[in-house]
């Protein structure tokens, strides 16, 4: 019987000219992080494709689908590996048709291709000999050369034949580690995560920042942040997720400036300290989850208020999205779930009645003036902490927190 392996499809790596060998190889490399679990297995480019070989066949299917979720794979195959043996591969592709009839296709062809001429039998013999097979075993089916439901695939690399019929769908996008690192605030709320999951998917190094509320509320809200970089792993963006204990400043804050431009007090201090963050990071932007006009702080003038600390980009991948397609989204991350835990963190601390929806900008710089926002940034950035997660193989810890590991060590 013809072995199992899986055939990772990804195209839109294919059309970056010079760029394709070094996000290939990225590619790979990712795959190899998150396959990590599983049985010894091989993983190496094929002729357009990325093939993986399994040690135990066990551990196909349950591959296959954490294969899904690896950014840069457009889609995946459960192939099966044959000899070049006409009966061997035509049986494969009556298997393969088997396995299809899920999706109730009543039309096919197939579709041989080779990468070694040396073999004898050329592309339309192939797919005379396997159609023959295909039409006796299965003859309630039409062929069909245009359009057709579906298509058997039989291709021909080096010494082997692979048959696939079916392919399911990856998450699509750019492998981690080919865009690049930006920092990410992340609350413990719904958004912020799935904000940090699209710019992943394009393949930036994501190091996501929390601000919480201690020590004048519990931690409950980092121990879900951590919660929510765990269930983001599969995508292997995260390697490390910086907490800052911001409940004292907030009070801080709240005493000293007017209660209606307190929250955007609290913003512009969260985007300093993430922007020191970046720079010692390298990361090159800062990453929110706002969508525009969602609530109160997320109006024009607010995120006009609050980004002009700042000299990073920041990009707002959620700016245009409406709750519902968050949602649904956050919930196939299995995000959501976490988000919807009640925690106290920062953002219900010392919460003003009416928060400002329209800031003017000169008050919002008198209020900024009326604490000292540049020792308290210092004082932030002095008194982080963070956790480290190991799903990420492309991240790279900054040299000089490195070394204050320990005395800033994770709990
Ligand atoms: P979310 O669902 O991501 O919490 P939200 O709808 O609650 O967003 P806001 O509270 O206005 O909206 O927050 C807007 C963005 O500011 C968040 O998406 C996140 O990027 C950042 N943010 C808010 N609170 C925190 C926090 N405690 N720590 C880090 N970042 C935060
Ligand atoms: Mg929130």
């Not at 990590?36 to 399994?54: D, K, Q």
């Not at 719904?190 to 190091?207: E, F, L």
């Not at 969602?294 to 109006?299: E, F, K, L, M, R």
């Not at 601390?349 to 940034?377: G, S």
Request: glycine share 6%.
């Amino acid at each position: 019987m013809a072995q199992r392996v899986c055939l990772v499809h990804y195209h839109e790596i294919g059309l970056k000219g010079k760029n394709r060998a070094r996000f290939e190889r990225q590619l790979v490399e990712n795959l190899k992080a998150a396959l990590a679990a599983f049985s010894p297995c091989e993983i190496r480019r094929l002729s357009g494709y990325i093939l993986v070989t399994f040690a135990k066949q066990a551990d196909v299917p349950l591959a296959h689908e954490r294969i899904r979720k690896v950014p840069g794979v457009a889609r995946v195959s459960l192939a099966f590996l044959c000899e070049r043996n006409v009966e061997q591969y035509a049986a494969a592709a009556v298997e393969a048709m088997r396995e299809a009839e899920v999706t109730g296709f009543t039309t096919f062809k197939v579709h041989a291709k080779r990468s070694n001429t040396d073999y004898e039998l050329d592309t339309i013999a192939i797919n005379r000999a396997v159609g023959e097979v295909l039409c006796e075993a299965f003859p309630e089916k039409k062929v069909q050369m245009h359009h057709p439901d579906l298509v058997v695939n039989v291709l021909v690399v080096q010494g082997s034949v692979f048959v696939f019929a079916r392919h399911d769908a990856g998450v699509g996008g750019l492998p981690v580690g080919t865009a690049g690192k930006v920092v990410s605030l992340m609350s413990s709320g719904i958004d912020s995560p799935v904000a940090s999951w699209k710019i992943i998917r394009r393949g930036a190094v994501c190091v996501p920042v929390h601000f919480s509320g201690r020590p004048q509320v519990a931690d409950t809200s980092e121990y879900l942040c951590q919660d929510l970089v765990r269930a983001l792993e599969p995508a292997g963006g995260i390697g490390r997720l910086y907490v800052v204990p911001f409940g004292d400043c907030q009070r801080e804050i709240s005493l000293a400036c007017p209660g209606a431009l307190r929250v955007i007090m609290y913003r512009r201090v969260m985007f300093s300290v993430a922007e020191r963050i970046a720079r010692m990071e390298q990361a090159k932007a800062i990453v929110t989850g706002e969508s525009l006009g969602q609530v109160a702080s997320q109006t024009l003038e607010n995120i006009i208020a609050v980004n002009e600390v700042v000299d990073l980009p920041v990009f707002r991948p959620l700016i245009g999205s409406d709750k519902q397609e968050i949602i649904a989204r956050a919930q196939e991350l299995g995000t959501y779930g976490i988000s919807t835990e009640t925690a106290p963190d920062c953002c219900t601390l010392f919460m003003p009645r009416r928060p400002e929806t329209h800031a003017k900008l000169d008050q919002v710089h008198e209020a900024w003036d009326a604490f000292d926002h540049d020792a308290m940034i210092d004082h932030l950035v002095d008194t982080l902490e963070y956790v480290d997660f190991d799903s990420c193989p492309s991240y790279r810890a900054p040299r000089a927190l490195r070394e204050r590991h320990e005395v800033l060590a994770p709990r």
